[in-house]
Nanobody
Framework: QVQLVESGGGLVQPGGSLRLSCAASESIFRFNAMGWYRQAPGKERELVAAATSGGTTNYADSVKGRFTMSRDNTKNTVYLQMNSLEPEDTAVYYC?????????WGQGTQVTVSS
């Protein structure tokens, strides 16, 4: 069973930065795509960033220019660098991995942007 473990969430002031990590229990080369989603209270889960194994990365319009998704294949880890954070970015952030028709989720990490 694939495991995805997120870390790096926390409380940050508006304008601040955080880097989220998602460590996979196996080689991330085995996934067709990996991504980050978030869910704010009372809202549906939404895509933040997604990267295909071919190297294409897409971002939600609300985070373009502020968030960057990257990966370290040697550590089986993907990252989400979040800069210029806004209160609207407050949510639980989830890591996601896809292999063919199978979808895997991490347990989520809370990000709170508040002064």
């Amino acid at each position: 069973q694939v495991q995805l473990v997120e870390s790096g969430g926390g409380l940050v002031q508006p304008g601040g930065s955080l880097r989220l990590s998602c460590a996979a229990s196996e080689s991330i080369f085995r996934f067709n795509a990996m991504g980050w989603y978030r869910q704010a209270p009372g809202k549906e889960r939404e895509l933040v960033a997604a990267a295909t194994s071919g190297g294409t990365t897409n971002y939600a319009d609300s985070v373009k220019g502020r968030f960057t998704m990257s990966r370290d294949n040697t550590k089986n880890t993907v990252y989400l660098q979040m800069n210029s954070l806004e209160p609207e970015d407050t949510a639980v952030y989830y890591c996601n991995a896809r292999r063919m028709s199978l979808v895997y989720w991490g347990q989520g990490t809370q990000v709170t942007v508040s002064s």
